[in-house]
């Protein structure tokens, strides 16, 4: 990853020395640049969610099936997991700026696109567009939130950066379910054009230029990482409507799972000019908030693909009323982001915040695997709180100690590799927690169904329910429906038992991270800045 300057460097001249409390790229507007960068991150993570609700209008619109229509939700995935890694090199190649105005606005028309699309193949082609435009937005957007802050406010920054990332998958279901409804599947996409308007009239006259470098592409590392992470989805996609490893199509799409990712390791972690610099995954802080970042996708997004369903089928919540109890859970996210900001910026130790964020969350999952048909509108609101508190304390100081020790010149490469892997979290999670409940659906419908038997009711003998003929067939079809509806309420809680246990083994992982060098202090002497990693402690 030889360059002969680091990207950092702007037009001005060279960046501050290290340590010093000097914001890399120093701009004159800053608080309106943070506006337009933050609408740019929200627009593109409002997308991952916003459109599932409108699934099955997309489908009779299109004339697709209950199978192909869920490639308009694949293709976007697909296409931004592989763009993504690819991130650094395009900066470094045409330059920050460029590209975040770019990306900004191929999101607009591939938006637009999307909204004009009159059948199925068009919305995937334009979907998969959409998909690589928004896959550089992420990892820019906090690369340069970091870029023009000082090192000193970078917490406030990262707390700032999170709102929208970790509100954004709670706004998208519910302004989805209410253009929807009111309006039309197509104002799902519409939607984009003003906001992403307003972002890139910001970005144009405030985005400070950030100079490129001749970077050699590694098209053997892309084309391994994009075998790798395309296997990995169509996996998630497909395994379920095919049953499986009963079906040579996952068993071949497991092979190249597994061929691809090992191979993208060796070739990484040896090659000469890689697509990523190996000395990044030698940074302790940043190689544990990629694992980290797998489990709040697994966290977030999958309570977030359970609930909706859940209150509206089982509970008969409207999708308005969804939106409001779900809604707490992003005011937990917005107070707990600006205490972890806070205590970020006062030096305290991000360690026991990261464990005790990991802990609430465990708190709110083990009451929710508490819950019944029966559970009342505040319980579901106080938990939906509490789990959003613990949320915001993970993500901010997480964030804080992956980029405490990288150097400026990684930063763009280790935005995109966070949000690549939060991204392969959330899907992994949302596929496994809905296989899981379908399963779990059967095995314990299979168990209630064997226990009503003609002595199990203690107010009409089921045997002789054909006395009554058709009003008999009424009676066993309401007894099915009730069964179906306790089947799947053990189901989901079977869920969030197994996302409990998941969230807890994450708690004494936080201790293995080396402590902050503290606010101002810059990126500290990590590895790639020129001296050797700090010991552990």
């Not at 460097?9 to 914001?23: H, L, N």
């Not at 939607?191 to 405030?206: R, T």
């Not at 969804?322 to 707490?328: A, D, E, F």
């Not at 990126?523 to 001296?531: C, Y």
């Amino acid at each position: 990853m030889a360059s002969a300057a680091p990207p950092g460097t702007s037009a001005a001249g060279p960046p501050p020395a290290t340590g010093a409390d000097e914001a890399q790229l120093p701009v004159a507007n800053h608080m309106l640049l943070i506006v337009g960068i933050m609408a740019a991150s929200l627009l593109q993570v409002l997308d991952t969610t916003i459109a599932n609700v409108a699934i099955p209008h997309m489908q009779s619109s299109l004339g697709a099936t209950a199978d192909t229509v869920t490639w308009v939700l694949t293709s976007y995935i697909i296409a931004s997991a592989v763009a993504m890694p690819i991130t650094g090199w395009l900066a470094d190649r045409i330059g920050g700026r460029r590209l975040f105005i770019l990306s900004v606005t191929g999101f607009i028309l591939a938006s637009m696109l999307c909204g004009a699309a009159q059948n199925l193949e068009e919305m995937v082609l334009f979907r998969a567009i959409q998909g690589v435009a928004g896959a550089f937005i992420a990892p820019l957007s906090q690369s340069f939130m970091l870029d023009t802050t000082k090192p000193s406010r970078h917490p406030q920054m990262m707390a700032l950066w999170g709102m929208g990332i970790m509100i954004g998958p709670i706004l998208g279901p519910v302004l989805g379910g209410w253009l929807t409804e009111y309006a039309s599947w197509r104002w799902v996409f519409y939607v984009n054009l003003p906001v992403g308007a307003l972002a890139l009239a910001i970005l144009m006259a405030n985005l400070p230029h950030r100079d490129g470098t001749r970077r050699k592409f590694d098209l053997l590392g892309f084309a391994l990482i994009a075998i790798t992470l395309t296997s990995f989805q169509l996996v998630l996609d497909r395994g379920q409507q095919v049953d499986w490893f009963q079906s040579g199509e996952i068993w071949l799409y497991s092979f190249l799972l597994i061929s691809g990712a090992w191979m993208t390791v060796i070739h990484l972690a040896s090659a000469r000019g890689a697509l990523f610099d190996p000395v990044m995954f030698r940074d302790r802080n940043f190689t544990l908030a990629l694992f980290f970042m797998v489990a709040i996708g697994i966290i977030m997004f999958a309570t977030m693909a359970l609930l909706p369903p859940m209150l509206q089928h089982l509970f008969g919540y409207s999708v308005i009323d969804t939106g409001i109890v779900l809604m707490p859970r992003g005011v937990g996210v917005l107070i707990s982001m600006q205490v972890a900001g806070l205590l970020m910026r006062k030096g305290v130790d991000s360690r026991p915040v990261v464990a005790s964020g990991f802990l609430i969350t465990t708190l709110s999952l083990w009451e929710m695997s508490h819950w019944s048909l029966g559970v009342d509108q505040q319980t579901i609101i106080a938990s939906g709180l509490v789990q959003g508190l613990g949320m915001g304390l993970v993500f901010i100081p997480l964030n804080v100690s992956a980029f405490a020790t990288l150097p400026p010149r990684m930063r763009t490469d280790g935005s995109s590799l966070l949000n690549l892997f939060r991204s392969v979290g959330a899907s992994a999670g949302i596929s496994l927690m809905t296989v899981l409940l379908a399963r779990n659906i059967q095995t314990a419908h299979a168990d209630l169904g064997s226990n009503v038997t003609s002595t199990a009711s203690s107010v009409v003998d089921i045997s002789t329910v054909d006395q009554f003929q058709s009003m008999g067939d009424v009676g066993l079809r309401l007894l099915d429906l009730e069964v179906n509806r306790q089947a799947a309420m053990i189901a989901y809680i079977d869920d969030f038992w197994l996302m409990m246990w998941l969230t807890l083994a994450a708690v004494p992982m936080a201790f293995l991270m080396r402590r902050n060098a503290g606010p101002g202090k810059g990126p500290g002497p990590g590895p790639g800045a020129g001296a050797p990693p700090p010991p552990p402690e």
